[in-house]
């Protein structure tokens, strides 16, 4: 059997074709809209390993209309530096709840230690952990209603390396979520 030479121009083209629903990545839209400073792309690279193009694009903006070059950058306090950048770091609210004394089919609240402010366009996630003998939602199949203003895009997993893995179910979730 004789071996066929690669088309390489065909390759490209199916790939063109294949990815062409999709978003540009962050890092090529932002050049496209004038931040294609070698600075400004590695400012962006560093925050998108950190979270997603769809947060990467609004925080790398919002930095780069207060600084961007590296003067401008060091001029900044750091509290300025750290509340433009913050949505991108996946900073963790959380609070124990004790379901001792709930009662079947009932929502059981607890208390954050702070209040928490949600950034537009920013991606959170709202988890549960739940221990041996405890409630288990093993099935990701309970229905959420959000308001106009936001998403359910799915349930997500925590994997082996402390990370979060999305399932692409939307308006789903693991248990019931109320919020009062």
Sequence with gaps: MEKKPFDIG??????RTAVKPWPKAAMFELAENGFSSAFEQLVACIISIRTYDEVTLPVSRKLFERARTPAEISEMTYEELDKLINPSTGANVSVSISMTGGSAGQFVYGTL??????????????????????????????????????????????DANGGWTLRLVPNTTFGPVNFK
């Design 113 to 158: 230690s702070s209040a928490v402010t949600l950034s537009a366009n920013t991606r959170y996630y709202l988890v549960s952990q739940e221990t041996a003998g405890g409630d288990q939602w093993g099935h990701d199949n309970t229905t959420v209603t959000t308001a106009s203003n936001a998403t359910c895009d799915g349930p997500v997993l925590s």
């Design 10 to 15: 065909l390759a490209m083209r199916g790939i």
